[in-house]
């Protein structure tokens, strides 16, 4: 398989004991099978979204001869958890010292923010370092209130994201953070 | 715009004093746009699941040169509503009779059954008969597991749907029919 839509450079393969040679986004989709099949949570990822120009008629389908990238509006991932929406977005980067900004679109950011008020919960998942770490909206939120910075030093996500647990299955067990975060008991 | 991911046949489009020649993912897509807007809810349209097979570079951008439509697995909108996570779609039949039930296929109806366990709203807005109907999700799990029939004849529409009203703003007010089923002050 091959990811054209996203940019021209390599993709990170995170080859530990659980994951061997499978980038972030596989992980994820791997993952959000796992939670599906156990019945623990509805989780896709959207697919990209493109604008269709020109469609041919095959023998037996219907063929795209040309469509564009377009830039999303929302983030990738979304779904329900334990009656409550999630709406997220993974993001590598092998900055090592920060996270850049950049990464996230104004309009995203925008939506976070709208789904945190609405009720829902919204977080990204970071590859960075060699952990993948989940850091939550409101975080990321108060980061860019409090800060002029056009990126994440990597010392806030140490102190404020939580590592995400590599497993068998799941390969990513980001709904254990969401757990510990928002479902603890006695809460 | 063409929508040549959509079948080949002429698109219904609803001449109303309200919605002058729009189809149905139109005035969907203009009364979420109304909801976001108004901070009440925010809800999306996926983008059209496809498999990209091939992408040459532009001088500006990259071009989708063949790709192929994937069946979708889940249904075409979802997000939040008052705290709530809602999963619908929506679908049209000329037919007068009768909603013939191949146009929801069957991993969509597990969906619908699985968002529902899980605590969140799932339905179908369907256009039938010059009217918009709500059809709650459970209404239609129910009526397959009750019937063996391949179609939903229009008098179960009729007596369980609730017909959705027509506006400037928002098009069509489908969370107006969740507040009455889902929200009703004094419950």
Redesign the interface.
């Known amino acids: 398989m091959n990811y054209?839509?996203k940019s021209k450079k390599e993709y990170n393969k995170f080859t530990s004991y659980a994951n061997r040679g499978m980038n972030l986004e596989e992980l994820l989709n791997q993952s959000n099978e796992y939670y599906l099949l156990e019945?623990k949570?509805?989780i896709?990822k959207?697919?990209?979204?493109?604008t269709?120009s020109e469609?041919k008629y095959g023998e037996k389908?219907?063929?795209?001869?040309?469509?564009?990238?377009?830039t999303p509006?929302?983030l990738d991932y979304?779904?329900?958890?334990?009656?409550?929406?999630l709406?997220f977005d993974a993001k590598e980067t092998n900055n090592k010292t920060s996270f850049p900004l950049q990464n996230i679109h104004e309009h995203q950011l925008k939506?976070m923010k709208?789904?945190i008020?609405?009720?829902?919960i919204s977080f990204l998942i970071i590859y960075m370092n060699t952990n993948f770490y989940y850091l939550d909206g409101k975080n990321i939120l108060e980061f860019i209130n409090t800060n002029k910075r056009k990126s994440i030093p990597y010392s806030y996500i140490e102190t404020h994201g939580i590592i995400i647990e590599q497993k068998i299955k799941p390969r990513l067990d980001y709904l254990k953070v969401i757990d510990e975060l928002y479902f603890k008991e006695g809460d």
């Open positions: 054209p839509n019945d949570a509805i896709y959207k697919p990209t979204p493109i269709i469609v389908e219907r063929i795209i001869t040309k469509a564009y990238f377009r509006s929302t979304n779904g329900i958890y334990k009656g409550t929406y709406d939506h709208s789904v008020a609405h009720g829902g």
